[in-house]
């Protein structure tokens, strides 16, 4: 059996994976807050830990994985919205009009992540779903003197956990001394974080045992992770901004409900975003949404590989340069892999990717089987890190093109290639490089057969100059 290493996060160091049950490995990621479309950003940990899943599939078996990954739903930016709508005349009351709101961002979110090649978890709960459940871990904390009530909030008592601020590496006192906390009335100590909290009669709220309101953030992942993956699973993952304070209240809040010493063996976290190297900002002129993209022509596989092109714990950095290189390649892998059939997984692909999910070193031995000509492999990898280029190969269908039978093999590559890129251009509606590259075959002696729906064919004519496609190798 291939051997997994991990980097966890709460031991500082890569670990073999040994799952506590090897026919129901159990994996919880923090899914978004559903109030508006996803930006980039928020794509990265959905393809990360995509990836992570199917390695999970492959080495334990389809069935044997139990990849959850939660929507929050209860949000004041969803309610600002859905009180906006209400003002403005629709019909519906306030919460069935969240409802509405949180249907429609979930149906956004689908749509856009489908488009990046991420298969959906086995379990996607809704915050608004498991209030129960909350209510119940609330009310065990607060029995066993974990928490307390107080002005209608309930909160956690922080220092009661001795092993607060292990994940993060800081003391409860480092934590105050470096961080902006909220000092309110109602609270014990500064750090102890909101369970629960009031609802005014113009907001969403349910009825509990400390009065009508609802939950904070952090109780909603350890309910729900609780009731479809139990007391202490396998893997818990998401960005590192959410390492503190949100994985540290989990933690906190999860052990003490439970009465365990750990709510997931291995931690996980993805480094964030940057966009031509500066963080992305709407005062920058640089926020923009997978939507924004997929709209603008870049295809979801180009924003994938871009992804995975850089190791998750790194800072990734999206540049139109990385960009117009994945379309490049993309599209003669397309054309190559057009007519194989996948090869059994290659073993080095695997254990690369068993390496903390090595993703750039799995890309470079696609590149090698390419230069190689082992096309069924790459093909392979393709399909394995969710590069569905069936799109692409349909335009490249070899079986329709005309080739010249004294053309060679390279020149054919070559002609192809430019045919690849000619697609993308005009797929993006730069029609001046469309228009070059048509110009510069038919300098070279190649006569282009367009319709409606691309390039269907292409033949030599008696001016075919090899010399010129040599040129631009």
């Known amino acids: 059996m291939t051997t997994i290493k991990l980097h966890n996060t709460k031991t500082r160091k890569r670990e073999v994976f040994t799952p506590i049950d090897d026919k129901n490995v159990r994996m919880y990621v923090c899914g978004p807050t559903v109030y508006d479309r996803a930006h980039l950003g928020n794509a990265r940990p959905v393809i990360v830990f995509d990836v992570l899943n199917r390695l999970l599939r492959h080495v334990y078996g389809d069935g044997h994985v139990t990849y959850v990954r939660n929507f929050t739903d209860v949000d004041d930016?969803?309610?600002?919205?859905?009180?906006?709508?209400?003002?403005?005349?629709?019909?519906?009351?306030?919460?069935?009009?969240?409802?509405?709101?949180?249907?429609?961002?979930?149906?956004?979110?689908?749509?856009?992540?489908?488009?990046?090649?991420?298969?959906?978890?086995?379990?996607?709960?809704?915050?608004?779903e498991y209030i129960d459940q909350m209510v119940a871990m609330i009310a065990q904390l607060e029995a066993d003197g974990f928490a307390y009530e107080k002005e209608g909030h309930v909160l956690f008592r922080v220092r009661?956990?001795?092993?607060?601020?292990?994940?993060?590496?800081?003391?409860?006192?480092?934590?105050?001394?470096?961080?902006?906390?909220?000092?309110?009335?109602?609270?014990?100590?500064?750090?102890?974080?909101?369970?629960?909290?009031?609802?005014?009669?113009?907001?969403p709220g349910w009825d509990s045992p400390w009065g009508r309101g609802r939950p904070g953030w952090h109780i909603e992942c350890s309910a729900m992770a609780y009731e479809l993956l139990g007391a202490h699973f396998d893997i818990h993952g998401g960005g590192n901004d959410l390492m503190f304070p949100h994985h540290e209240n989990e933690i906190a809040q999860s052990c003490c409900a439970n009465g365990t010493e750990a709510m997931a063996n291995v931690w996980m976290h993805n480094e964030m975003l940057q966009v031509e190297g500066k963080k992305m900002s709407k005062s920058l002129g640089n926020f923009f949404t997978v939507r924004d993209l997929l709209e603008q022509g870049v295809p979801g596989e180009v924003i994938r590989f871009v992804m995975l092109s850089t190791h998750y714990r790194k800072p990734m950095d999206w540049t139109e340069k990385k960009r117009e290189e994945a379309e490049k390649t993309l599209g003669k892998w397309a054309l190559v892999t057009a007519e194989e059939i996948p090869s059994p997984m290659d073993d080095e692909f695997i254990r690369l990717l068993g390496e903390d999910l090595n993703t750039p070193g799995a890309i470079a031995l696609l590149h090698s089987f390419a230069r190689q000509k082992e096309f069924k492999k790459l093909r392979a990898g393709l399909d394995f890190l969710g590069l569905d280029l069936a799109s692409w190969r349909a335009f490249f269908d070899e079986k329709d093109l005309q080739y010249d039978k004294y053309i060679s093999m390279d020149h054919r590559s070559i002609i192809n290639t430019l045919l690849g890129e000619r697609f993308l251009a005009k797929k993006n509606r730069d029609f001046v490089k469309s228009d070059h590259i048509r110009d510069f075959l038919t300098e070279a002696g190649i006569k282009l057969n367009d319709n409606p729906d691309g390039t269907s064919d292409w033949e030599s004519t008696s001016d075919f100059d090899p010399a010129k496609l040599e040129a631009i190798k």
Do not use: C
């Open 160 to 203: 009661k956990y001795a092993d607060y601020g292990t994940l993060s590496g800081r003391s409860v006192d480092d934590m105050i001394a470096g961080a902006r906390v909220e000092v309110a009335p109602y609270k014990e100590d500064p750090m102890d974080f909101v369970l629960w909290k009031p609802s005014t009669d113009e907001l």
């Open 77 to 128: 930016r969803i309610n600002e919205t859905a009180l906006k709508r209400q003002q403005a005349g629709a019909v519906g009351s306030l919460e069935e009009l969240i409802r509405e709101r949180s249907d429609e961002t979930i149906d956004w979110y689908h749509a856009d992540m489908d488009a990046l090649g991420a298969l959906r978890p086995n379990h996607e709960p809704r915050a608004t």
